[in-house]
């Protein structure tokens, strides 16, 4: 019998039985969405992994790795570079109460405050003189700059050798005008201040040429705006010059507190610590404690200390930055 066919339309009550099935899978669907298919699984690109890879082994091993491992150091007892027993915060707590560390901490506080209001006055007065237009305005910058290409172990060799208490150039221009010979290292007020003295001679190069780009940048509108309202040279510094400096300076601060207060070499090679303790800082005190008094484990203790206040440090003047930063 032959099957009849139909043509057109079917009836409600002959349905296709998938034509129900994916009626109802739409109902089922949030309004306005659409059914999609699953996206393919695609295989794991490692080539940037592989390219990222050297860069953070280095990482690690330089940066990670080492404070990881001086935490660790930081909690045991030590004999030369073996550790011996598990003893918690006692060197934390055997630091606090040490009167050299005490000692260490004031005379790192007077090196760095003391090097800082020296090397921010003497950048910016040079960088306001190197800023002007004059002949001779190539000679001088260069001239600046020599400090800074000299490392720390040379200019301390050669500061020894100029306030040498017997041979020195400066000892004895010292002694024809006052008619003796000053020993500026023998006396710990005296060697502090010389040691300051030579740390701002060796870094003032650095902050004199960031304040320089910076003043370099101020539009000359601002000051000639600033004489037609009748301000001098000092009223312009201050509403101008300092306004924009403001920033840059703040760097510089950032910069240089880093510098002094984890400085070792310029101190260790100049004058030791000594006389009495008196040039000893918390830096040159962990590197004793480390390599003369074979104590790794107060050393590495006293070294995560010095690492979280340059943290606070920095903190401290990322947050003033971006206050001023707002305030503008």
């Known amino acids: 019998m032959r099957r009849r066919r139909w043509h057109g339309r079917r009836s409600s009550d002959e349905t296709d039985p998938r034509d129900a ?3 109802a899978h739409s109902a089922a669907l949030p309004a306005g969405a659409e059914a999609r298919e699953a996206p393919p699984v695609r295989p794991v ?12 082994l280095v990482v690690f091993l330089i940066s990670i790795f080492p404070v990881a491992d ?3 150091l930081s909690l045991h007892e030590t004999r030369f570079t073996q550790m011996t027993r598990f003893v918690g915060l006692d060197n934390y ?3 606090l109460g040490d009167p050299r560390v005490r000692a260490a901490a004031s005379n790192s506080i007077v090196y760095t405050f003391g090097s800082l209001v020296l090397t921010v006055a003497l950048s910016l007065a040079l960088a306001l003189l190197l800023n002007m237009q004059t002949p001779w305005q190539r000679l001088l910058r260069t001239i600046v700059i020599v400090p800074w290409v000299i490392s720390q172990t040379v200019v301390a060799l050669l500061w020894a050798w100029l306030i040498n208490a017997d041979f020195g150039p400066i000892t004895h221009a010292a002694a024809a005008l006052v008619g003796s010979r000053p020993a500026f290292l023998a006396d710990p007020d005296s060697a502090m201040g010389a ?13 004199t040429l960031l304040l320089l780009a910076a003043l370099q940048t101020i539009p000359r509108e601002l000051y000639e705006a600033a004489h037609i309202d009748g301000a001098n040279a000092a009223r312009s510094f201050r509403f101008v010059t300092l306004p924009w400096l403001r920033p840059t300076l703040m760097v510089v601060l950032i910069q240089l507190t880093l510098l002094y207060f984890n ?3 310029l101190i260790y090679t100049l004058t030791g610590g ?7 800082t ?9 390599f003369e008094d074979w104590n790794l484990g107060r050393a590495a203790a006293l070294g995560l200390i010095i690492t979280a206040i340059n943290l606070v440090c920095s903190l401290l003047y990322v947050r003033a930055l971006g206050s001023k930063a707002d305030a503008r």
């Open 195 to 207: 040691l300051i003295v030579v740390n701002v001679w060796a870094s003032y190069p650095q902050a």
């Open 274 to 280: 000594g006389p009495l303790d008196g040039t000893e």
């Open 70 to 72: 001086a935490v660790v």
């Open 21 to 23: 099935r994916m009626r």
């Open 282 to 290: 918390l830096a040159l005190r962990v590197l004793k404690l480390g």
């Open 93 to 95: 707590a055997a630091l």
């Open 45 to 56: 690109n490692w080539l940037p992994l592989l390219f990222i890879a050297p860069a953070a």
């Open 263 to 265: 400085m070792v070499t």
